[in-house]
């Protein structure tokens, strides 16, 4: 039986491909549509980034918590396209969304890609990028690390399932 790593990174490169198609695809799509980057190059590495580091997030969620973790990943979602200021500028969403800005994946996103499509600002593009690179890393760690309790959790809830049941 493959180890606790072999596991999660095994699995993390057939999503994190199928990720780095869909980002490629949906760069192609919305530069049909009449997107003009300043970096077109960056723009699709950016766009493969973001993909990777989101898959990361997700996969540890859904490997320690399990279905709950699916449901973590939802809320994150609408956390994030509420806070990240992407939708509303921050001065007019309550202040719940501006503490978490700068906690949530996706304003490193909007802000290098506001960057990336329509400015020149490589240094915060470059931070951006190293903001989502930790990301993708530390969640990667945390799966692998926290891999082996997150089944034995998920085992023992289904035991607890099919007792009430």
């Known amino acids: ?16 491909f199928i990720g780095m198609l869909q980002a490629v695809l949906v760069s192609v799509v919305v530069l ?29 969620l859904i490997f320690v918590l399990g279905d709950a973790g699916r449901l973590l990943a939802i809320v994150l979602l609408i956390l994030q396209l509420t806070s ?18 700068p906690f949530m994946p996706f304003t490193y ?3 290098a890609l506001r960057e990336i499509i329509s400015g020149t600002n490589l240094a ?16 990667l760690a945390i799966s692998m690390i926290l891999k082996e309790r997150g089944d034995l959790l998920q085992a023992r809830m289904e035991e607890k399932k099919e007792i009430t049941a």
């Open 1 to 16: 039986i493959a180890g606790p790593i072999s596991t999660v990174f095994g699995k993390y490169l057939s999503y994190g």
């Open 32 to 60: 049909a549509l009449g997107l003009k980057p300043q970096n077109l190059p960056l723009y699709f590495l950016f766009n493969i980034l973001m993909s990777l580091a989101f898959i990361a997030i997700i996969q540890c």
């Open 84 to 101: 990240c200021a992407g939708t509303f500028p921050l001065e007019l969403v309550p202040d719940l969304f501006k503490f978490l800005n």
């Open 109 to 111: 996103c909007v802000s």
């Open 124 to 139: 915060l593009i470059g931070h951006d990028m190293f903001v989502l690179t930790v990301i993708l890393f530390v969640f």
